[in-house]
């Protein structure tokens, strides 16, 4: 099978230069490379990061936090879009149903 690869142009003179030293085809060595690393053993799976939760101190230390408090779950990523989308949909889903209260 043919496959294309973009191969940084040093790179790729370093590899010529040597496989011409050896006198093996570069075709040659791309598949010595791939056949040794699919021998080689695998790298342990890294686990997961353990899930970050908001604390109390979390709550202290951030005060706008506290106003958003209702609309944060146990476990939630400390990531500034997640929070915000979190309380986006929370606050949406608040309007929601103060609208369909008044309507009633």
């Not at 690869?5 to 790729?12: A, V």
């Amino acid at each position: 099978m043919k496959a294309t690869l973009e191969i940084p142009d040093d790179l790729y003179r370093r590899v010529k230069a040597r496989s011409a030293l050896e006198g093996r085809p570069i075709r040659l060595v791309a598949v010595q490379l791939f056949q040794a690393w699919l021998e080689a053993p695998a790298p342990p799976q890294q686990a997961a990061p353990p899930e970050e939760t908001l604390t109390e101190a979390d709550f202290e230390r951030f005060p706008w936090l506290k106003t958003s408090r209702k609309y944060l779950k146990p476990g939630m990523s400390h990531d500034m879009d997640d929070i915000k989308e979190a309380i986006a949909r929370g606050s949406a889903a608040e309007y929601a149903e103060k609208l369909a209260a008044n309507r009633s």
